[in-house]
């Protein structure tokens, strides 16, 4: 065999090589490829393992399969009811349409580009035609247990007859406004508005959540100021309440003090009436029975409250305490 056929053969090998090198490619799990000719996208691939293509004129562009995050940016929106607020959002993606994907977007990096603006837009539109609560709360739980304690006050407060209080108590609580959409719902409407419009690029959008809201930096200090100044006002109540309520105990306390002061001092009176009628009573008896005795022990009686106690006396027959003695002698 001559030197140019051998040249040839290995020649003719290695443009086979090429050629089935150039013809063959491999898509990973979570990978799917575009086959495009000249650029013009022609099908899909979307299982793993090793395929096959026309070489040379064939390209292979390779896409996620699998579910892509999206970041927005914090946008500061205005809502329903004028209060700017900062809205930070994320979604979820995917590849749907390669074909489309491919024609429209061209990359993934592309597709970023396109859902910070459809998204944020819809956002925007969105928020801004809702009021703040809507963002914020996702159910009316908030609104019903106030509902519910307040029914509980106004009914005890009735059964013992304090409905002033139970005005007070509403005042204080306020006015919770109810929701008629919730957090959820917004999220489920961006979701719906941004989905018409990504249809078209070939991207599925699975879901978006409002991740964070909070109020644009400029206006918190106003915003913290007022709620300080609502709280104090709300305390100056509570207290105002509390006063009122006290006077009122202190009130009914110092007339059922005075109510069983006087009956008692009616029942002491009573009992001392008759304590002294019976004594009375005793005394007369005891006086009618011997006049003399009782006499004596009157006189026996003044000498000993007269007299401080360990006196001690000298007496001659003379004196008339001795009389004394001597009469209440035993003959």
Not at 142 to 148: F, H, K, P, T
Request: aromatic letters at 6%; zero cysteines.
């Amino acid at each position: 065999m001559s030197k140019l056929r051998i040249w040839l053969i290995i020649g003719v090998g290695l443009i086979a090589l090429v050629a089935v090198n150039s013809a063959m490619f491999t898509i990973e799990e979570g990978r799917q490829a575009v086959i495009t000719q000249f650029g013009k996208p022609l099908r899909t691939v979307t299982d793993a393992g090793i395929h096959w293509k026309a070489p040379l004129i064939h390209d292979v562009r390779l896409l996620d399969l699998r579910i892509l995050s999206w970041d927005g940016y914090p946008n500061q929106i205005p809502t329903k009811d004028k209060k700017y607020i900062r809205v930070d959002t994320t979604a979820r993606w995917r590849i749907h349409d390669p074909l489309k994907f491919i024609q429209t977007v061209q990359s993934e990096r592309g597709a970023q580009s396109r859902l910070d603006a459809i998204l944020d837009g819809v956002t925007r539109d969105v928020i801004s035609s809702h009021h703040l609560v809507e963002a914020v709360r996702n159910s009316n739980k908030v609104y019903e247990l106030v509902a519910q304690r307040r029914d509980a006050r106004l009914k005890k407060d009735q059964e013992s007859e304090q409905v002033n209080v139970t005005a007070g108590e509403e005042e204080i609580v306020g006015e919770v406004e109810p929701i008629e959409v919730g957090r959820e719902k917004l999220s489920a409407m961006i979701v719906e508005g941004a989905r018409a419009e990504l249809a078209p690029l070939g991207i599925e959008l699975i879901d978006v959540q409002l991740r964070r809201i909070a109020y644009e930096e400029s206006v918190q200090a106003k915003v913290y100021s007022r709620m300080i100044s609502e709280r104090q006002s709300i305390a100056e109540k509570i207290r105002s309440i509390g006063k009122g309520e006290q006077a009122k105990i202190n009130g009914k306390a110092d007339k059922d003090l005075k109510q069983i002061e006087s009956e008692a001092y009616r029942l002491i009176q009573k009992i001392k009436g008759e304590a002294e009628a019976k004594a009375t009573a005793i005394y007369a008896k005891s006086l009618n029975q011997d006049p003399q005795f009782y006499s004596f022990l009157r006189r026996l009686e003044a000498y000993e409250k007269s007299l401080p106690a360990d006196t001690k006396l000298l007496l001659t027959t003379r004196s008339k305490f001795f009389e004394v003695l001597q009469e209440g002698k035993a003959p």
